[in-house]
Protein backbone atom coordinates (compact mmCIF):
# COMPACT_ATOMS: atom_id res chain seq x y z
CA UNK A 1 0.00 0.00 0.00
CA UNK A 2 1.33 3.34 -0.75
CA UNK A 3 1.10 5.89 2.47
CA UNK A 4 -0.82 8.83 1.46
CA UNK A 5 1.08 11.87 2.38
CA UNK A 6 0.35 15.43 3.41
CA UNK A 7 2.03 18.59 1.81
CA UNK A 8 4.02 20.53 4.58
CA UNK A 9 5.18 23.74 5.21
CA UNK A 10 7.18 24.95 8.24
CA UNK A 11 7.57 29.04 9.17
CA UNK A 12 10.05 30.39 11.74
CA UNK A 13 12.40 32.97 12.37
CA UNK A 14 15.43 33.02 10.55
CA UNK A 15 17.43 32.98 13.28
CA UNK A 16 15.94 29.13 14.35
CA UNK A 17 16.88 27.99 11.18
CA UNK A 18 19.76 25.51 13.24
CA UNK A 19 17.87 24.81 15.98
CA UNK A 20 14.78 24.19 13.41
CA UNK A 21 16.68 21.76 11.13
CA UNK A 22 18.30 20.30 14.27
CA UNK A 23 14.94 18.83 15.54
CA UNK A 24 13.22 17.89 12.14
CA UNK A 25 16.49 16.06 11.80
CA UNK A 26 16.27 13.55 15.29
CA UNK A 27 11.98 13.26 14.52
CA UNK A 28 13.04 12.03 10.70
CA UNK A 29 9.73 12.30 9.35
CA UNK A 30 9.70 15.26 6.72
CA UNK A 31 11.05 14.76 3.29
CA UNK A 32 11.90 17.64 2.31
CA UNK A 33 11.52 19.81 -0.81
CA UNK A 34 14.16 22.39 -1.09
CA UNK A 35 13.13 26.02 -2.61
CA UNK A 36 16.95 25.69 -4.54
CA UNK A 37 19.66 23.97 -4.87
CA UNK A 38 22.81 24.07 -2.41
CA UNK A 39 26.03 25.11 -4.14
CA UNK A 40 27.96 26.82 -1.50
CA UNK A 41 31.88 26.43 -0.75
CA UNK A 42 30.69 24.31 2.02
CA UNK A 43 28.68 22.07 0.63
CA UNK A 44 31.23 21.59 -2.20
CA UNK A 45 33.44 20.55 0.71
CA UNK A 46 31.72 18.83 2.32
CA UNK A 47 30.65 16.19 -0.69
CA UNK A 48 35.30 16.02 -1.11
CA UNK A 49 35.12 14.75 2.20
CA UNK A 50 32.39 12.36 1.75
CA UNK A 51 33.94 10.91 -1.65
CA UNK A 52 37.06 10.74 0.45
CA UNK A 53 35.75 8.45 3.13
CA UNK A 54 33.51 6.35 0.96
CA UNK A 55 36.76 5.70 -1.39
CA UNK A 56 38.83 4.49 1.87
CA UNK A 57 35.68 2.51 3.09
CA UNK A 58 35.48 0.46 -0.27
CA UNK A 59 39.51 -0.89 0.22
CA UNK A 60 39.05 -2.58 3.15
CA UNK A 61 38.31 -6.10 3.07
CA UNK A 62 34.29 -7.25 4.21
CA UNK A 63 35.71 -9.24 7.71
CA UNK A 64 36.99 -5.85 9.35
CA UNK A 65 33.60 -4.37 8.67
CA UNK A 66 32.45 -5.41 11.99
CA UNK A 67 30.13 -3.85 14.67
CA UNK A 68 30.08 -0.38 14.71
CA UNK A 69 31.41 1.85 17.39
CA UNK A 70 29.67 5.39 18.64
CA UNK A 71 32.22 8.48 17.95
CA UNK A 72 29.80 11.12 18.41
CA UNK A 73 31.60 14.21 17.06
CA UNK A 74 33.56 14.71 14.13
CA UNK A 75 37.19 15.29 13.85
CA UNK A 76 39.63 15.48 11.66
CA UNK A 77 41.13 12.13 12.40
CA UNK A 78 39.17 10.01 10.25
CA UNK A 79 39.71 12.10 6.86
CA UNK A 80 43.72 11.66 8.12
CA UNK A 81 42.79 8.10 8.58
CA UNK A 82 41.21 7.78 4.83
CA UNK A 83 44.14 9.83 3.38
CA UNK A 84 46.80 7.45 4.87
CA UNK A 85 44.42 4.24 4.00
CA UNK A 86 44.59 5.65 0.46
CA UNK A 87 48.04 6.08 0.17
CA UNK A 88 49.30 2.79 1.73
CA UNK A 89 46.87 0.76 -0.44
CA UNK A 90 48.72 2.89 -3.62
CA UNK A 91 51.93 2.74 -2.32
CA UNK A 92 51.36 -1.16 -1.94
CA UNK A 93 50.32 -1.29 -5.57
CA UNK A 94 53.35 0.27 -6.84
CA UNK A 95 55.57 -2.05 -4.96
CA UNK A 96 53.96 -5.34 -6.04
CA UNK A 97 54.14 -3.91 -9.81
CA UNK A 98 57.72 -2.96 -8.93
CA UNK A 99 58.25 -6.18 -7.44
CA UNK A 100 56.73 -7.86 -10.47
CA UNK A 101 59.22 -6.18 -12.89
CA UNK A 102 62.28 -6.86 -10.92
CA UNK A 103 61.11 -10.72 -10.63
CA UNK A 104 60.52 -10.63 -14.50
CA UNK A 105 63.83 -9.06 -15.54
CA UNK A 106 65.63 -11.89 -12.70
CA UNK A 107 64.04 -14.20 -14.89
CA UNK A 108 64.87 -12.94 -17.84
CA UNK A 109 69.31 -12.07 -16.75
CA UNK A 110 69.55 -14.87 -14.75
CA UNK A 111 70.62 -17.30 -18.10
CA UNK A 112 73.78 -15.07 -18.48
CA UNK A 113 75.19 -15.68 -15.00
CA UNK A 114 76.11 -13.28 -11.85
CA UNK A 115 78.22 -10.52 -13.64
CA UNK A 116 78.56 -6.52 -13.41
CA UNK A 117 77.97 -4.79 -16.49
CA UNK A 118 80.08 -2.03 -16.21
CA UNK A 119 83.21 -4.44 -16.38
CA UNK A 120 81.62 -4.85 -20.00
CA UNK A 121 81.88 -1.00 -20.22
CA UNK A 122 85.08 -0.79 -19.27
CA UNK A 123 86.86 -3.68 -21.68
CA UNK A 124 85.30 -1.33 -24.42
CA UNK A 125 87.67 1.31 -23.09
CA UNK A 126 90.20 -1.61 -24.36
CA UNK A 127 88.85 -2.44 -27.70
CA UNK A 128 87.26 -5.44 -26.57
CA UNK A 129 83.81 -5.56 -27.13
CA UNK A 130 81.31 -8.37 -25.79
CA UNK A 131 77.89 -8.98 -27.25
CA UNK A 132 75.39 -11.17 -26.14
CA UNK A 133 73.01 -13.43 -28.66
CA UNK A 134 70.24 -15.83 -28.70
CA UNK A 135 70.63 -18.69 -31.19
CA UNK A 136 68.83 -22.64 -32.07
CA UNK A 137 72.56 -24.42 -32.11
CA UNK A 138 72.37 -25.38 -36.06
CA UNK A 139 72.72 -21.52 -36.83
CA UNK A 140 76.16 -21.77 -35.05
CA UNK A 141 77.72 -23.48 -38.15
CA UNK A 142 77.12 -21.19 -41.13
CA UNK A 143 78.07 -18.41 -39.43
CA UNK A 144 81.25 -16.52 -39.93
CA UNK A 145 82.65 -14.62 -37.01
CA UNK A 146 86.25 -12.66 -36.39
CA UNK A 147 85.73 -12.97 -32.62
CA UNK A 148 85.28 -15.80 -30.42
CA UNK A 149 81.74 -17.16 -29.23
CA UNK A 150 81.47 -18.96 -25.55
CA UNK A 151 78.12 -20.34 -24.80
CA UNK A 152 76.84 -19.19 -21.20
CA UNK A 153 73.81 -21.43 -20.97
CA UNK A 154 71.41 -24.25 -22.84
CA UNK A 155 68.07 -24.49 -22.67
CA UNK A 156 66.68 -27.39 -24.79
CA UNK A 157 68.06 -25.97 -28.15
CA UNK A 158 68.07 -22.66 -27.81
CA UNK A 159 71.83 -21.10 -26.97
CA UNK A 160 72.57 -18.27 -24.98
CA UNK A 161 76.15 -16.69 -25.78
CA UNK A 162 78.91 -14.08 -25.47
CA UNK A 163 80.57 -13.05 -28.67
CA UNK A 164 83.96 -11.42 -27.96
CA UNK A 165 85.98 -9.32 -30.56
CA UNK A 166 87.26 -6.57 -31.19
CA UNK A 167 85.32 -3.07 -31.22
CA UNK A 168 85.35 -2.39 -34.82
CA UNK A 169 84.63 -6.35 -35.61
CA UNK A 170 81.53 -7.30 -37.40
CA UNK A 171 79.04 -9.07 -35.30
CA UNK A 172 77.42 -12.36 -35.95
CA UNK A 173 73.99 -12.68 -37.76
CA UNK A 174 72.32 -13.74 -35.12
CA UNK A 175 69.71 -12.38 -32.35
CA UNK A 176 71.44 -9.96 -30.17
CA UNK A 177 70.11 -9.26 -26.44
CA UNK A 178 70.86 -5.72 -24.79
CA UNK A 179 73.54 -5.90 -22.13
CA UNK A 180 71.41 -5.64 -18.61
CA UNK A 181 71.56 -2.38 -16.75
CA UNK A 182 72.01 -4.66 -13.82
CA UNK A 183 73.80 -6.96 -12.14
CA UNK A 184 71.57 -10.03 -10.81
CA UNK A 185 72.98 -9.42 -7.32
CA UNK A 186 71.67 -5.70 -7.51
CA UNK A 187 68.49 -7.21 -8.57
CA UNK A 188 68.25 -9.38 -5.73
CA UNK A 189 69.38 -6.47 -3.44
CA UNK A 190 66.24 -4.21 -4.83
CA UNK A 191 63.84 -7.21 -4.43
CA UNK A 192 64.43 -7.60 -1.08
CA UNK A 193 64.27 -4.30 -0.36
CA UNK A 194 60.78 -3.46 -2.17
CA UNK A 195 59.68 -6.83 -0.38
CA UNK A 196 60.46 -5.50 2.94
CA UNK A 197 58.75 -2.13 1.94
CA UNK A 198 55.77 -4.36 1.10
CA UNK A 199 55.55 -6.33 4.51
CA UNK A 200 56.08 -3.14 6.41
CA UNK A 201 53.15 -1.62 4.45
CA UNK A 202 50.66 -4.09 4.56
CA UNK A 203 50.90 -4.33 8.56
CA UNK A 204 50.39 -0.61 8.64
CA UNK A 205 47.24 -0.87 6.53
CA UNK A 206 46.17 -3.89 8.16
CA UNK A 207 46.45 -1.60 11.30
CA UNK A 208 44.17 1.03 9.57
CA UNK A 209 41.17 -1.02 8.85
CA UNK A 210 40.77 -1.92 12.24
CA UNK A 211 39.84 1.89 12.33
CA UNK A 212 36.65 1.08 10.36
CA UNK A 213 34.01 2.01 12.82
CA UNK A 214 36.17 5.81 13.16
CA UNK A 215 36.04 5.89 9.26
CA UNK A 216 32.25 4.30 9.02
CA UNK A 217 31.10 6.84 11.72
CA UNK A 218 33.01 10.28 10.45
CA UNK A 219 31.27 8.99 7.20
CA UNK A 220 27.53 9.42 8.97
CA UNK A 221 28.67 12.84 11.01
CA UNK A 222 29.98 14.47 7.52
CA UNK A 223 26.63 13.42 5.72
CA UNK A 224 24.22 14.88 8.46
CA UNK A 225 26.56 17.70 8.47
CA UNK A 226 25.92 17.87 4.20
CA UNK A 227 22.09 16.84 5.14
CA UNK A 228 21.85 19.79 7.32
CA UNK A 229 23.89 23.01 5.28
CA UNK A 230 21.95 21.49 2.45
CA UNK A 231 18.28 21.56 3.85
CA UNK A 232 19.71 25.26 4.97
CA UNK A 233 20.40 26.17 1.63
CA UNK A 234 17.38 25.40 0.42
CA UNK A 235 14.94 27.30 2.59
CA UNK A 236 13.52 29.90 1.71
CA UNK A 237 13.66 33.54 2.85
CA UNK A 238 11.82 36.74 3.31
CA UNK A 239 13.17 38.98 5.73
CA UNK A 240 13.65 37.59 9.42
CA UNK A 241 11.67 34.88 8.34
CA UNK A 242 12.42 31.09 6.63
CA UNK A 243 10.13 28.92 5.93
CA UNK A 244 10.69 25.09 4.29
CA UNK A 245 8.20 22.54 2.62
CA UNK A 246 8.39 19.11 2.30
CA UNK A 247 5.88 16.27 2.74
CA UNK A 248 4.98 14.11 5.56
CA UNK A 249 3.13 10.51 6.05
CA UNK A 250 -0.48 11.10 6.97
CA UNK A 251 0.32 9.37 10.27
CA UNK A 252 2.88 11.19 11.31
CA UNK A 253 0.98 15.02 11.09
CA UNK A 254 -0.26 14.80 14.62
CA UNK A 255 3.39 14.17 16.02
CA UNK A 256 4.83 17.10 13.60
CA UNK A 257 1.88 19.36 14.94
CA UNK A 258 3.01 18.83 18.41
CA UNK A 259 6.18 19.53 17.99
CA UNK A 260 5.59 22.79 16.01
CA UNK A 261 3.23 24.06 18.92
CA UNK A 262 6.41 23.22 21.37
CA UNK A 263 8.33 25.41 19.42
CA UNK A 264 5.95 28.07 18.38
CA UNK A 265 6.99 27.11 14.36
CA UNK A 266 4.15 28.10 12.14
CA UNK A 267 2.44 25.26 10.00
CA UNK A 268 0.89 24.58 6.87
CA UNK A 269 -0.39 21.70 5.81
CA UNK A 270 -2.34 20.82 2.43
CA UNK A 271 -3.53 18.46 -0.09
CA UNK A 272 -0.36 17.56 -2.17
CA UNK A 273 -1.20 19.23 -5.64
CA UNK A 274 -0.79 17.52 -9.00
CA UNK A 275 2.06 19.18 -10.08
CA UNK A 276 3.92 18.34 -6.71
CA UNK A 277 6.60 15.28 -6.88
CA UNK A 278 5.52 13.46 -3.78
CA UNK A 279 7.88 10.77 -2.22
CA UNK A 280 7.02 7.19 -2.31
CA UNK A 281 6.70 5.36 0.69
CA UNK A 282 5.56 2.21 0.44
CA UNK A 283 3.65 0.09 3.67
CA UNK A 284 4.29 -3.46 2.81
CA UNK A 285 1.97 -6.28 4.01
CA UNK A 286 3.74 -9.49 5.24
CA UNK A 287 2.81 -11.01 1.79
CA UNK A 288 3.98 -8.34 -0.23
CA UNK A 289 7.24 -7.50 1.27
CA UNK A 290 8.32 -10.86 0.01
CA UNK A 291 9.20 -9.29 -3.27
CA UNK A 292 10.92 -6.51 -1.72
CA UNK A 293 14.54 -8.35 -2.61
CA UNK A 294 13.34 -8.68 -6.48
CA UNK A 295 12.22 -4.64 -6.26
CA UNK A 296 15.23 -3.39 -4.39
CA UNK A 297 17.62 -5.14 -7.05
CA UNK A 298 15.41 -3.32 -10.08
CA UNK A 299 15.80 -0.23 -8.34
CA UNK A 300 12.42 0.86 -9.60
CA UNK A 301 9.48 2.62 -7.32
CA UNK A 302 6.00 3.51 -8.57
CA UNK A 303 5.07 7.02 -8.53
CA UNK A 304 2.71 8.17 -5.76
CA UNK A 305 -0.89 8.34 -7.45
CA UNK A 306 -0.03 5.15 -9.10
CA UNK A 307 -0.34 1.95 -7.56
CA UNK A 308 1.89 -0.63 -5.31
CA UNK A 309 1.20 -4.10 -7.19
CA UNK A 310 3.92 -6.21 -5.15
CA UNK A 311 1.40 -8.72 -4.19
CA UNK A 312 0.07 -9.18 -7.89
CA UNK A 313 3.43 -9.37 -9.07
CA UNK A 314 4.68 -11.78 -6.07
CA UNK A 315 1.93 -14.46 -7.72
CA UNK A 316 2.83 -14.01 -11.31
CA UNK A 317 6.65 -13.69 -11.14
CA UNK A 318 6.23 -16.76 -9.08
CA UNK A 319 4.28 -18.71 -12.23
CA UNK A 320 6.92 -16.97 -14.42
CA UNK A 321 9.95 -18.58 -12.80
CA UNK A 322 8.32 -21.64 -12.55
CA UNK A 323 7.68 -21.97 -16.17
CA UNK A 324 10.91 -20.46 -16.99
CA UNK A 325 13.01 -22.86 -15.34
CA UNK A 326 10.96 -25.45 -16.08
CA UNK A 327 12.43 -28.41 -14.50
CA UNK A 328 10.93 -29.51 -11.58
CA UNK A 329 14.45 -31.36 -10.42
CA UNK A 330 16.02 -27.71 -10.66
CA UNK A 331 13.65 -26.25 -8.22
CA UNK A 332 14.60 -29.20 -5.82
CA UNK A 333 18.35 -28.27 -6.42
CA UNK A 334 17.16 -24.64 -5.47
CA UNK A 335 15.57 -25.12 -2.51
CA UNK A 336 18.00 -27.13 -0.78
CA UNK A 337 20.76 -24.50 -1.99
CA UNK A 338 18.28 -21.98 -0.72
CA UNK A 339 18.16 -23.75 2.86
CA UNK A 340 22.15 -24.47 3.14
CA UNK A 341 22.51 -20.81 2.50
CA UNK A 342 20.46 -19.65 5.44
CA UNK A 343 21.89 -22.00 7.84
CA UNK A 344 25.10 -20.83 6.70
CA UNK A 345 24.95 -17.02 6.16
CA UNK A 346 22.87 -15.37 9.02
CA UNK A 347 22.86 -12.23 6.89
CA UNK A 348 20.48 -13.64 3.84
CA UNK A 349 17.35 -11.95 4.87
CA UNK A 350 14.09 -13.42 5.64
CA UNK A 351 11.71 -12.31 2.75
CA UNK A 352 14.80 -13.15 0.00
CA UNK A 353 14.86 -16.71 1.56
CA UNK A 354 10.93 -17.38 2.00
CA UNK A 355 10.96 -15.85 -2.01
CA UNK A 356 13.31 -18.73 -3.25
CA UNK A 357 11.54 -21.31 -1.22
CA UNK A 358 8.09 -19.98 -3.25
CA UNK A 359 9.82 -20.02 -6.56
CA UNK A 360 11.34 -23.30 -5.60
CA UNK A 361 8.35 -24.89 -4.29
CA UNK A 362 6.35 -23.84 -7.60
CA UNK A 363 9.26 -24.76 -9.66
CA UNK A 364 8.60 -28.45 -8.45
CA UNK A 365 4.94 -28.66 -8.93
CA UNK A 366 5.33 -27.20 -12.45
CA UNK A 367 7.95 -30.16 -12.87
CA UNK A 368 5.82 -32.24 -11.78
CA UNK A 369 2.50 -31.71 -13.63
CA UNK A 370 5.00 -31.67 -16.90
CA UNK A 371 7.20 -34.85 -15.73
CA UNK A 372 10.29 -32.90 -16.34
CA UNK A 373 13.30 -33.82 -13.66
CA UNK A 374 16.57 -33.07 -14.58
CA UNK A 375 15.53 -33.97 -18.49
CA UNK A 376 15.32 -37.30 -17.81
CA UNK A 377 12.19 -38.83 -19.21
CA UNK A 378 12.73 -42.07 -17.08
CA UNK A 379 12.28 -40.61 -13.97
CA UNK A 380 8.85 -39.49 -15.37
CA UNK A 381 7.77 -42.96 -15.30
CA UNK A 382 8.33 -43.39 -12.38
CA UNK A 383 4.97 -44.82 -10.32
CA UNK A 384 5.15 -41.98 -7.65
CA UNK A 385 5.62 -39.33 -10.43
CA UNK A 386 3.88 -40.38 -13.06
CA UNK A 387 0.52 -39.65 -10.85
CA UNK A 388 1.79 -36.25 -10.74
CA UNK A 389 1.66 -35.76 -14.07
CA UNK A 390 -1.34 -33.87 -15.96
CA UNK A 391 -1.57 -35.59 -19.45
CA UNK A 392 -2.07 -32.65 -21.68
CA UNK A 393 0.86 -30.80 -20.30
CA UNK A 394 3.62 -33.72 -20.51
CA UNK A 395 6.38 -32.34 -21.83
CA UNK A 396 7.79 -34.98 -24.03
CA UNK A 397 4.89 -35.42 -25.54
CA UNK A 398 5.45 -32.84 -28.95
CA UNK A 399 1.38 -32.99 -28.85
CA UNK A 400 1.48 -31.03 -26.16
CA UNK A 401 3.05 -27.98 -26.90
CA UNK A 402 -0.01 -26.05 -28.57
CA UNK A 403 -1.81 -27.20 -24.72
CA UNK A 404 1.07 -25.53 -23.12
CA UNK A 405 1.60 -22.55 -25.58
CA UNK A 406 -2.61 -21.70 -24.72
CA UNK A 407 -1.73 -22.14 -21.21
CA UNK A 408 0.58 -19.20 -21.56
CA UNK A 409 -2.12 -16.93 -23.40
CA UNK A 410 -4.39 -17.81 -20.60
CA UNK A 411 -1.97 -16.64 -18.02
CA UNK A 412 -1.48 -13.38 -19.85
CA UNK A 413 -5.40 -12.88 -20.56
CA UNK A 414 -5.49 -13.09 -16.55
CA UNK A 415 -2.81 -11.27 -15.34
CA UNK A 416 -3.61 -8.40 -18.25
CA UNK A 417 -7.49 -8.37 -17.46
CA UNK A 418 -7.03 -8.47 -13.68
CA UNK A 419 -4.68 -5.16 -14.05
CA UNK A 420 -7.55 -3.72 -16.17
CA UNK A 421 -10.02 -4.64 -13.63
CA UNK A 422 -7.59 -3.65 -10.68
CA UNK A 423 -7.68 -0.23 -12.28
CA UNK A 424 -11.38 0.29 -12.44
CA UNK A 425 -12.11 -1.08 -9.29
CA UNK A 426 -9.75 2.54 -8.23
CA UNK A 427 -11.43 4.80 -10.22
CA UNK A 428 -14.98 3.96 -9.48
CA UNK A 429 -17.70 5.55 -9.42
CA UNK A 430 -15.84 7.22 -12.86
CA UNK A 431 -17.43 6.41 -15.71
CA UNK A 432 -13.71 5.71 -16.92
CA UNK A 433 -14.17 2.44 -14.56
CA UNK A 434 -15.94 1.31 -17.61
CA UNK A 435 -13.29 1.93 -20.29
CA UNK A 436 -10.89 0.07 -18.28
CA UNK A 437 -13.43 -2.99 -17.93
CA UNK A 438 -13.74 -2.75 -22.00
CA UNK A 439 -9.89 -2.92 -22.50
CA UNK A 440 -9.99 -6.15 -19.70
CA UNK A 441 -12.89 -7.37 -22.75
CA UNK A 442 -10.65 -6.72 -25.19
CA UNK A 443 -7.91 -8.69 -23.56
CA UNK A 444 -10.03 -11.94 -23.69
CA UNK A 445 -10.80 -10.83 -27.49
CA UNK A 446 -7.44 -10.76 -27.77
CA UNK A 447 -6.81 -14.03 -26.40
CA UNK A 448 -9.22 -16.04 -28.44
CA UNK A 449 -7.59 -14.08 -31.43
CA UNK A 450 -3.73 -15.39 -30.72
CA UNK A 451 -5.29 -18.93 -30.55
CA UNK A 452 -6.64 -18.58 -33.87
CA UNK A 453 -3.69 -16.62 -35.19
CA UNK A 454 -1.34 -18.98 -33.38
CA UNK A 455 -2.39 -22.49 -32.98
CA UNK A 456 -4.92 -22.61 -35.51
CA UNK A 457 -8.05 -22.67 -32.95
CA UNK A 458 -11.46 -22.17 -34.75
CA UNK A 459 -12.15 -18.25 -34.67
CA UNK A 460 -14.96 -18.19 -31.53
CA UNK A 461 -18.45 -16.23 -31.36
CA UNK A 462 -17.81 -15.16 -27.91
CA UNK A 463 -13.80 -13.41 -28.84
CA UNK A 464 -15.41 -11.43 -31.81
CA UNK A 465 -18.30 -10.19 -29.21
CA UNK A 466 -15.87 -9.72 -26.93
CA UNK A 467 -13.98 -7.41 -28.83
CA UNK A 468 -16.70 -5.45 -30.34
CA UNK A 469 -18.01 -4.93 -26.55
CA UNK A 470 -14.66 -3.51 -25.38
CA UNK A 471 -14.41 -1.04 -28.01
CA UNK A 472 -18.07 0.42 -27.78
CA UNK A 473 -17.72 0.69 -24.55
CA UNK A 474 -14.11 2.47 -24.40
CA UNK A 475 -15.37 4.37 -27.12
CA UNK A 476 -18.29 5.43 -24.75
CA UNK A 477 -16.39 6.05 -21.65
CA UNK A 478 -12.88 6.17 -21.85
CA UNK A 479 -13.02 9.98 -22.42
CA UNK A 480 -15.51 10.87 -20.17
CA UNK A 481 -14.73 14.58 -18.59
CA UNK A 482 -16.63 17.43 -17.13
CA UNK A 483 -17.98 18.38 -20.37
CA UNK A 484 -20.48 15.90 -20.36
CA UNK A 485 -21.19 12.62 -21.82
CA UNK A 486 -22.25 13.39 -25.43
CA UNK A 487 -18.88 15.16 -25.55
CA UNK A 488 -17.11 12.21 -24.16
CA UNK A 489 -18.43 10.24 -26.50
CA UNK A 490 -17.02 12.27 -29.09
CA UNK A 491 -13.82 12.31 -27.43
CA UNK A 492 -14.02 8.93 -27.68
CA UNK A 493 -14.78 8.95 -31.56
CA UNK A 494 -12.14 11.30 -32.51
CA UNK A 495 -9.38 8.74 -30.00
CA UNK A 496 -10.78 5.66 -31.61
CA UNK A 497 -7.70 5.57 -34.44
CA UNK A 498 -5.22 6.23 -31.13
CA UNK A 499 -6.92 3.46 -29.12
CA UNK A 500 -6.79 1.14 -32.10
CA UNK A 501 -2.93 1.49 -31.62
CA UNK A 502 -3.07 0.41 -28.32
CA UNK A 503 -5.24 -2.51 -29.01
CA UNK A 504 -2.81 -3.58 -31.40
CA UNK A 505 0.10 -3.28 -28.48
CA UNK A 506 -2.16 -5.00 -26.36
CA UNK A 507 -1.75 -8.29 -29.07
CA UNK A 508 1.48 -7.83 -28.78
CA UNK A 509 1.57 -7.94 -25.02
CA UNK A 510 -0.61 -11.37 -24.44
CA UNK A 511 2.04 -12.78 -27.22
CA UNK A 512 4.61 -11.61 -25.27
CA UNK A 513 3.36 -14.68 -23.08
CA UNK A 514 4.79 -17.61 -25.57
CA UNK A 515 8.34 -16.79 -24.27
CA UNK A 516 7.39 -18.96 -20.95
CA UNK A 517 7.24 -21.91 -23.32
CA UNK A 518 10.28 -21.01 -25.59
CA UNK A 519 12.20 -21.02 -22.67
CA UNK A 520 10.89 -23.47 -20.89
CA UNK A 521 11.40 -25.81 -23.73
CA UNK A 522 14.84 -24.20 -24.40
CA UNK A 523 15.76 -24.96 -20.67
CA UNK A 524 14.53 -29.00 -21.31
CA UNK A 525 16.24 -29.45 -24.20
CA UNK A 526 19.92 -28.54 -23.15
CA UNK A 527 19.35 -30.77 -19.64
CA UNK A 528 18.23 -33.64 -22.75
CA UNK A 529 21.04 -32.95 -24.77
CA UNK A 530 23.44 -32.60 -21.38
CA UNK A 531 22.33 -35.96 -20.31
CA UNK A 532 22.64 -37.69 -23.78
CA UNK A 533 26.19 -36.37 -23.79
CA UNK A 534 27.20 -37.91 -20.24
CA UNK A 535 25.29 -41.48 -21.20
CA UNK A 536 27.98 -41.16 -24.22
CA UNK A 537 30.83 -41.58 -22.11
CA UNK A 538 29.03 -44.17 -19.63
CA UNK A 539 29.38 -45.26 -16.92
CA UNK A 540 31.22 -48.71 -17.36
CA UNK A 541 34.71 -47.24 -15.32
CA UNK A 542 35.98 -44.96 -12.76
CA UNK A 543 37.41 -42.77 -15.82
CA UNK A 544 34.16 -42.83 -17.52
CA UNK A 545 32.16 -42.17 -14.26
CA UNK A 546 34.04 -39.03 -13.53
CA UNK A 547 33.97 -37.56 -16.88
CA UNK A 548 29.82 -38.85 -17.11
CA UNK A 549 29.62 -36.90 -13.53
CA UNK A 550 31.25 -34.08 -14.47
CA UNK A 551 29.36 -33.34 -17.37
CA UNK A 552 26.11 -33.80 -15.55
CA UNK A 553 27.30 -31.16 -13.00
CA UNK A 554 28.86 -28.63 -15.19
CA UNK A 555 25.97 -28.62 -18.23
CA UNK A 556 22.94 -28.88 -15.35
CA UNK A 557 24.46 -26.07 -13.18
CA UNK A 558 25.44 -23.91 -16.64
CA UNK A 559 21.39 -24.83 -17.78
CA UNK A 560 20.24 -23.51 -14.59
CA UNK A 561 22.31 -20.34 -14.53
CA UNK A 562 21.03 -19.82 -17.93
CA UNK A 563 17.28 -20.00 -16.69
CA UNK A 564 18.13 -17.84 -13.75
CA UNK A 565 19.08 -14.90 -15.94
CA UNK A 566 15.89 -16.18 -18.21
CA UNK A 567 14.36 -14.85 -15.15
CA UNK A 568 15.31 -11.33 -14.95
CA UNK A 569 15.32 -11.06 -18.72
CA UNK A 570 12.06 -12.81 -19.19
CA UNK A 571 9.94 -12.57 -15.69
CA UNK A 572 10.62 -9.61 -14.55
CA UNK A 573 10.15 -7.92 -17.99
CA UNK A 574 6.55 -9.30 -18.17
CA UNK A 575 5.77 -7.84 -15.12
CA UNK A 576 7.51 -4.20 -15.25
CA UNK A 577 6.92 -3.66 -18.78
CA UNK A 578 3.51 -5.83 -20.19
CA UNK A 579 1.53 -5.69 -16.56
CA UNK A 580 2.81 -2.32 -15.93
CA UNK A 581 1.47 -0.67 -18.70
CA UNK A 582 -1.85 -2.39 -18.69
CA UNK A 583 -1.79 -1.05 -14.83
CA UNK A 584 -0.86 2.37 -15.85
CA UNK A 585 2.22 2.37 -13.68
CA UNK A 586 5.61 4.39 -15.23
CA UNK A 587 7.62 3.14 -12.38
CA UNK A 588 8.27 7.63 -12.13
CA UNK A 589 8.41 7.76 -8.13
CA UNK A 590 11.05 8.90 -5.90
CA UNK A 591 11.72 7.31 -2.74
CA UNK A 592 10.67 8.81 0.64
CA UNK A 593 13.88 9.98 1.76
CA UNK A 594 12.93 11.95 5.13
CA UNK A 595 15.40 14.71 6.90
CA UNK A 596 17.40 13.18 9.55
CA UNK A 597 20.45 11.51 11.58
CA UNK A 598 22.11 9.37 10.42
CA UNK A 599 22.37 5.88 13.26
CA UNK A 600 25.10 5.88 14.78
Not at 275 to 292: G, N
Not at 369 to 388: C, Q, Y
Not at 593 to 600: G, K, Q
Amino acid sequence: MIVKMKKVSIIVKSSWTDETLDILSRMGILHLAPYRPAKNETVKKLKEKITLIEKALLLIPETFKQKKEAFKQYTEDGLAIAKNLINRTEEITTLKADIKDLQMEYDRIRVWGNFRPEEIDKLKEKDINISLFRCREKQLKNISQDGSLHIIYRKGSEIFLAYVSKKDSQKPDLFEVKVPSRSLAEIKTLLKDKENQLSNAQQNLLKIYKKYPLLENTKNILHDLLNHEEAKQGMGEQGHVSYLTGFCPEYEIETLLKTCRENKWGILIEEPLDADYVPTLIQHSKFSKIIRPVIDFIGIIPGYREYDANILFLIFLSIFFAMLIGDGGYGLVMLVFTLCLKRFYKQISKEFTILMCIFSFTTMIWGAFTGLWFGMEEISLLPVFKSMIIPSLYIYAEQNNANIIRLCFLIGAVQLSVSHIWSATRIYPSLKAFSETGWAAIVWGIYFMAGFLVLNDKISFPGISLLFIGTIMIILFGEQKKEGVVNGILSGLARFPLNLLTGIGSFSDLISYIRLFAVGLATKEVAVAVNAMAKEFGFDNLLSFSAAILILVLGHSINLLFGAMAILVHGVRLNILECSKHLNIQWSGIAYNPFRRSEM
